[in-house]
């Protein structure tokens, strides 16, 4: 199954803008002329098949703002919905502003919990605390370590320039696999590991 995970915004709801994502040359994963406010949508839009089912891991952090975006995400998934006649489930991993290690712990078990075998890991760490879209990279590393015959296949970014009215939608997804490699050339007997992975990443 495709399984997508994404932080909901903070931000005020004033700050959200619905915008179409501008994206690198040949970007197909991203590429779409959709207006949106979650990044998110862009990967759904289209990867996702029609009659296909989808989950959708949402991380709500404790804020004042959370549920109002929420709504809004909500919203905007049902419009894709129904232009592309797919199916998804949504689970809500709820979790707090503080940043301890118990906290940190929590989330990471909580997202894993949700990943299996067979599955394609989408995310998109736009939004949430600074320090989630490291746990959702080790959720990852994760489900491509651990899991059989599970496909990572993007982690994505989306920038709004609040003065310009500038976007952009990036695939980050060369940061896991440069660390995931770094991971696999530590244990070797390498003087320069950072040349050898410049030469498995040049291949």
């Known amino acids: 199954m495709k399984k997508f995970i994404t932080g909901i915004p903070m931000l005020p709801e004033e700050s959200l803008h619905k915008v179409r994502?501008?994206?690198?040359?040949?970007?197909?994963?991203l590429e779409s002329d959709i207006e949106t406010r979650f990044p998110t949508m862009l990967m759904i839009y289209s990867s996702v098949e029609k009659g296909e089912e989808i989950e959708i891991v949402v991380i709500k952090t404790e804020h004042t703002n959370t549920?109002?975006?929420?709504?809004?995400?909500?919203?905007?998934?049902?419009?894709?919905?129904?232009?592309?006649?797919?199916?998804?489930?949504?689970?809500?991993?709820?979790?707090t502003l503080s940043e301890t290690p118990e906290k940190q712990y929590e989330l990471l078990e909580k997202i894993v919990e949700n990943l299996k075998n067979e599955d394609e890991v989408y995310s998109d760490i736009t939004y949430g605390a600074k320090p989630t879209p490291?746990?959702?990279?080790?959720?990852?590393?994760?489900?491509?370590?651990?899991?059989k015959n599970t496909d990572v296949r993007a982690m994505i970014y989306g920038?709004?320039?609040h003065e310009t009215g500038k976007t952009a939608a990036y695939d980050v997804s060369s940061l896991f696999y440069m660390n995931s490699l770094?991971?696999?050339?530590?244990?070797?007997?390498?003087?320069?590991?950072?040349?050898?992975?410049?030469?498995?990443?040049?291949?």
Do not use: C, D, W
């Open 21 to 29: 994502y501008e994206t690198e040359k040949g970007e197909t994963l």
């Open 182 to 203: 770094m991971n696999k050339i530590s244990g070797g007997n390498h003087e320069n590991p950072i040349e050898v992975m410049k030469a498995i990443i040049n291949l």
């Open 67 to 95: 549920e109002n975006n929420y709504k809004a995400f909500l919203s905007e998934l049902e419009e894709i919905r129904q232009k592309k006649s797919f199916e998804y489930k949504i689970t809500e991993i709820q979790t």
């Open 134 to 147: 490291i746990v959702i990279m080790m959720a990852m590393n994760y489900a491509y370590e651990y899991l």
């Open 159 to 161: 920038s709004y320039n």
